[in-house]
């Protein structure tokens, strides 16, 4: 039978890390989008938030951007791999 | 002068296996319907578009049912005259769900990462059997290139 040891230290900082910060991009996207709309516009929490449109427009670049890397990526693992052609 | 000939054929809608629409159609009233399969109903004598709802078709109407919903709110289409706030709100939604969809995934991930269990005697019996594949294929004349150590959990 095998024993299982708790993940170690790297796994576990990595791993709620990124449990972290998702649930606060969450929480803010949330607040901007959904709960703004209902709160006085002369309230002091929209000064910490951005004019409305950035709430579309800053995923789409982000999107944007992942997607150059990905592309970028695969370009160059795909470059690397090239095999000369034979030349009978 | 050209005269159009009028068809008549037929439409079958099957959903779970059962046949739950049908419906006589001529050219004069004809649409696209995207999915179905086009035959023969060699009883009813007349082609008949069978359109068989799998589960992309379920997805899909439900997906552009929801998408012209949002149109019609968005675009304000119907003349709602909806309050401002909820039209503000409206709007962003299509990109909040992939945003709210990302962070679910990334957080799945992480909480997954980080509560996976080390297994030592798993890894240990693991690194034993790579070993002896190794010296196995060396005595049948494989060359090895790498011999870098692999980290297992």
């Known amino acids: ?88 | 002068m050209a005269t159009l000939k009028l068809y008549k054929f037929t439409v079958c809608a099957i959903y779970n296996k059962n046949i739950i629409y049908e419906t006589e159609l001529s050219n004069r009233n004809t649409f696209i319907l995207t999915g179905g399969f086009f035959n023969y109903n060699f009883a009813l004598h007349r082609p008949t578009i069978f359109i068989t709802m799998t589960k992309l078709l379920e997805w899909l109407l439900g997906v552009s049912l929801i998408g012209v919903a949002w149109g019609l709110v968005t675009f304000d289409l119907l003349d709602l005259q909806l309050p401002p706030q909820y039209r503000e709100l409206a709007w962003p939604m299509p990109v909040y769900l992939l945003v709210v969809f990302g962070c679910y995934s990334l957080a799945t991930v992480g909480y997954r990462v980080a509560t996976f269990n080390d297994c030592e005697d798993a890894a240990k019996e693991l690194q034993a059997q790579i070993k002896e594949a190794k010296e196995d294929l060396k005595k049948k004349g494989l060359k090895i290139v790498s011999a870098a150590p692999v980290h297992v959990g």
């Open chain 1, 1 to 88: 039978s095998e024993i299982d040891v708790e993940a170690t230290g790297a796994d576990q900082a990595v791993g709620f890390g990124l449990v972290g910060f998702s649930l606060s991009l969450f929480t803010y996207y949330t607040i901007w989008v959904i709960v703004l709309p209902f709160v006085d516009s002369d309230h002091v929490i929209h000064s910490y938030f951005l004019p409305r449109e950035y709430s579309v427009i800053l995923p789409g670049v982000a999107a944007l951007i992942l997607l150059l890397f990905v592309g970028t990526f695969i370009g160059v693992v795909t470059w690397k791999n090239r095999k000369p052609k034979k030349v009978d």
